[in-house]
């Protein structure tokens, strides 16, 4: 079992920076890939970015390739999002989500993750 605690959400002004930050316990990592999705009201949930924990570089959504960075902390056994240029239709609840590496699964599938958090909400003002 693997818990995830999403911190570091709130509102910041069109143009503006955030970084967001998911704590995972009960488990190594190891084996896992790591993705951020969104989901605003009334849309499904949408990745954002995805990162194996074990090594290499994130993959990004295309609305947020240059902008956004997804990157690990082992120390903290803690997946960062550092957000940059965000615009009003990116307000959402972030979820970080948790995905044991198995052939046929995908980074960006939201159903191809086993473990959840419980999301925080990010508010981009205009």
């Known amino acids: 079992q693997v818990q995830l605690v999403e911190s570091g959400g709130g509102v910041v002004q069109a143009g503006g920076s955030l970084r967001l930050s998911c704590a995972a316990s009960?488990?190594?990592?190891?084996?896992?890939?790591m993705g951020w999705f969104r989901q605003s009201p009334g849309k499904e949930r949408e990745f954002v970015a995805g990162?194996?924990?074990?090594?290499?570089?994130?993959s990004y959504a295309d609305p947020v390739q240059d902008r956004f960075t997804i990157s690990r902390d082992r120390s903290a056994n803690a997946v960062i999002l550092q957000m940059n240029r965000l615009q009003p239709e990116e307000t959402a609840v972030y979820y970080c989500?948790?995905?044991?590496?198995?052939?046929?699964?995908?980074?960006?599938?939201?159903?191809?993750?086993?473990?959840w958090g419980q999301g925080t909400q990010v508010t981009v003002s205009s």
């Open positions: 009960g488990s190594t990592l190891s084996g896992y890939v």
């Open positions: 990162l194996r924990w074990n090594g290499g570089s994130g």
């Open positions: 989500a948790a995905l044991r590496v198995r052939p046929g699964r995908h980074v960006s599938s939201p159903s191809d993750y086993d473990y």
